[in-house]
């Protein structure tokens, strides 16, 4: 992912994230839930005992599937010291197998399958945001440098005209330069052939 820490580090870091994020997740379902099913005269007590009860534990199912996630990410780096999008498609394969070890060695590669088609879904998408972000970054950058080179030409045209003329003059003998070597390629082609 963008802006990672580096490995060690981040298996701490991933374990707090995702119990945070299915902590969080966990708060908003179970609570509408909770508020649901319960007697309109105890809608908001329910739905809070509801989140009090199960959100932890959804958050902790979260912070698991980080942390073997994270583990066998970090495992495969070191392994294969490169750091590539296959790891993250290999680590999700094993993350999926071995939460879902217990249902049978089918039943772990069917999870280990879907596991690894999620996490390489994600990483195209990582990278195709990454080629978009950096194509627009060099397309600005270029638009940048093409106004102030507009910029520069104008304020030497009004200010110093002598040294405007001179930059016209030397473009044009360049234009006629790459004229001229053209033709005589064109032409010692004509004659190679002939």
């Given amino acids: 992912m963008i802006g990672e820490k580096p490995c060690p580090y981040r298996i701490v870091d991933d374990i707090g994230g995702a119990f945070s994020m299915g902590a969080f997740a ?4 179970y609570f509408i839930k909770g508020m649901y099913y319960a007697p309109s005269s105890e809608r908001f007590s329910q739905g809070f005992d509801l989140l009090r009860k199960r959100a932890p534990i ?15 990410e970090c495992g495969l780096i070191h392994y294969r010291q490169v750091e590539d999008n296959w790891n993250k498609v290999a680590g999700g394969f094993i993350t999926g197998a071995m939460l879902s ?4 060695y089918r039943q772990a590669l069917q999870q280990g399958i879907i596991g690894g088609i999620f996490l390489g ?7 195709a945001m990454m080629k978009f972000q950096r194509r627009a970054q060099l397309e600005q950058q270029e638009m940048q440098h093409n106004m102030m080179i507009e910029k520069q030409i104008s304020f030497l045209k009004e200010q110093r005209p002598d040294i405007y003329a ?29």
């Fill in 166 to 194: 001179e930059i016209e003059r030397q473009q044009e003998l360049r234009k006629k330069r790459t004229q001229d070597q053209a033709s005589n390629n064109s032409s010692g082609k004509v004659l190679a052939f002939s």
């Fill in 101 to 104: 070890i217990r249902g049978g």
């Fill in 26 to 29: 966990g708060c908003i379902i």
């Fill in 121 to 127: 879904c994600f990483s195209f998408v990582e990278i």
């Fill in 58 to 72: 959804l958050g902790g199912n979260f912070a698991m599937w980080g942390a073997l996630f994270t583990i066998s």
